[in-house]
């Protein structure tokens, strides 16, 4: 059955950092685009980046300010986020997407893993 598994979530300190992992399971990742994505509970869905099967991101939401990182590793089937300089703010569940491409409509989600940013 196709899945991405997300995992990395966790309580982390104002300031601190935290990697995020997205694994595909059931198929390759390499042919897809893989968007991050964040959700508060009672709030829309907003953007964070789209990463294209190249590698490339093609997608940044700029309100981020550089301290989120898109990369990923075909080799491991995995999508990663970088996230630095976390801020309470942050708090959100974190959800992949994969896609054919970037800013195609989105396939099938992760399963969302938990951010919480507190001092």
């Known amino acids: 059955q196709l899945q991405l598994v997300e995992s990395g979530g966790g309580l982390v300190e104002p300031g601190g950092s935290l990697r995020l992992s997205c694994t595909a399971s059931g198929f390759s990742l390499d042919a897809f685009a893989i968007s991050w994505f964040r959700q508060v509970p009672g709030k829309e869905r907003e953007g964070i980046s789209c990463i294209n099967s190249r590698g490339n991101i093609d997608i940044i939401n700029d309100v981020w300010g550089g301290r989120f990182i898109a990369s990923r590793d075909n080799a491991k089937n995995t999508v990663y986020l970088q996230m630095n300089s976390l801020k309470p703010e942050d708090t959100a569940v974190y959800y992949c997407?994969?896609?054919?491409?970037?800013?195609?409509?989105?396939?099938?989600w992760g399963q969302g893993t938990q951010v919480i940013v507190s001092s």
């Open positions: 997407a994969a896609q054919p491409r970037c800013r195609n409509p989105i396939d099938f």
